[in-house]
Each structure stands twice: as C-alpha cells, then as structure tokens.
C-alpha cells in the first residue's frame, strides 16, 4: 500500500506540468536511489503504481569520450526538440570518484540555457561504482520521467572508453560520439562499442572539417567490412532493420542538429514497424530483473553474519599470501550454507 506522502508525489507528477511536479520527480528518483530498507519498499510501491503511464517515451543513450562533447550536444538537440514542442528528459551520470566517492554533478552547469527551460529536466546522478557509465537507479528514473510526461528521454554515461555499452541495454537507440583525429584508424572501429551503435555521430565538424569527413568515410566503410556480424540486428543484407549511419556534425554551433533529430526519427518508425523497439524493451526488462537479482545477492552476501565474522581473517590471509583469493571466496560462499563453485 502507498504511503501518503507518495500518493501526495505521484498525483503531483502524473499532474498537469508545474513546480509541483518538477519536486515531485526529483523527490521519487531520490526516494528511488535511497539506500535506506524502508525507503526500497517505499519505492518498489511507487514504481509498481507509475508503470501504467510509462512506456510513451523515445529513450536516447548517448556516450563517447571525456571532451567528445556529450553535453553541448545534449543541449543543443534538447533546445531543438523543446521548440518542436517535446518535452525532454536528460539523466546524467557523472562518475565517482573510487578514493572519496564523491562526483561533481556538474551537467546542470554545462547545460545551462537547457536547465532553465520548462520543458527539461536534467538529474545528474553518481555513477557510485556501478560498472558501465550508468547509475544503478537509471532505469528507474528513466520510468518516472516517462510517467511525468517527458516524451524524449536522454541518459548520458559517465564516457570512460569501452565499457560505455550498459546505456545500450536500456534505451531504445545507442548513439555513440567520436572525435576526429582522435587517435589511429583502428580507435575507430573498436568492435566492442561499434557493433551495438545505431548511429555514430562525429562532432566537432567546426574545428577540422577534413579530419571529420575522412573519419566518417573511413568508419562507414569500416562498418561495411565487419559487416554487422557482431549484433543481428543490424544485419547488412536485411532491408527491414536498421543499419547504423555514421553523420558529422558541430554541436557547439547547432549545425547538424535537425539532421540528426531526422535521422533520430528514422530510426524510431523502422524500429517500431519492424516490431524491433517492443521487442528491445521486452529483453532489457528481462535483463533489468536479473541484474537486480545479482545486486541483491551482492547485497546479501556481504551483510551475511556469517560472512563478515570470516571476511577480516580471510583478507588477511589473502593479503599475506598464505590463501588463495578463490578459495577464499569459494569459503565465504559456502558460509552463506551453498556450494557455489
């Protein structure tokens, strides 16, 4: 059963657009990313009780490399779309830092024109140690935003290099930013990230114009020889999917934007005729459910009683070298009353 108070925050975000709902969605994505036990049964009930008006919005993933120009482009496609008439939703992870785990939350500051606009909303989270560039709350958030009645969502990772493809596994089109010039012309077809983008965008047109337009016909081509053999969906030989582009663009000077918005669109009717976007979604709230699973478990293990009566003597015996680190883990393992591995 909803709390009172939640049932105040849901009626107020399921509301008409106001400050009351701007409080309302920042109030439930901290409720959501509370580690408090009362505030996750708390949450879990909200979450069950918006899922009804979720589901409406595109949901954009963006990632590239620190300085690739995430955020400017961020902006720039939000203020573009809120003159369109959409309402637009960015979810920013920044990462924290691994000694003092604080993060500077710093992307209200750098999209400063978009932050003051009606129609947005910017929420920039920790990464807090989550693997991937996202936060572990992201999903969440991205639900709320949907039940508030933004129908752009954009999640923006943390862009630390190749392990900037968990955003892929929760939005309905990965965009993916290069730099030209930046590096040799095998950084640009690194299989890992290349082969789960729908749309690769080089940015930064404006400071070398040749650099861009050789880095965009080197990694088309680039595309067509790996052939898409690394992700079905984007099977080359297949007119009824998607095959990823690769476009330029300045996002610092606009231009490019409402090419990009098109192509954006593109995507979204081939996706949604093809029955591809449902069935996207289907696979990542399957994923959703078992990564939660793992997390908990996690969770479990290191509150064990038992477990953390053996942990101290255990690290110090790892530490020292008189311990195997498997066989320490399989033995905490085995506290918790299972035979793992």
Known sequence: MLHSVDQILLDDLTGLPCSAQRRALAKIITLLESTRLDHRHRADEVLNALLPKTGKSFRLGISGVPGVGKSTLIETLGLYLIEQGHRVAVLAIDPSSSISGGSILGDKTRMERLSVLDGAFIRPSPSSGTLGGV????????????????????????GVGQSEIAVAGMTDMFLLMQLPNAGDDLQAIKKGVMEIADLIVINKVDIDADAAMRA???????????????????????????????MTMSALQGNGVKELWEKIQQFKQLQTTNGKLQSRRQQQAGAWMWDRVDAGLKNAFRNNPAVQTLLPGFIAEVNQGTMAPSVAARRLLEAMGHEFF
């Not at 990694?219 to 690394?230: C, V």
Request: glycine share 6%; hydrophobic share 45%; proline share 4%.
């Open 135 to 158: 936060a572990e709350k992201t999903r969440e958030a991205m639900l709320v935003a949907e039940a508030a009645g933004f129908d752009v969502v954009i999640v923006e990772t943390v």
């Open 216 to 246: 965009q016909l080197f990694i088309t081509s680039s595309l067509r020889l790996l052939g898409f053999q690394g992700n079905p969906d984007h099977a080359s030989n297949d007119q009824k999917l998607w095959h990823p582009l690769v």
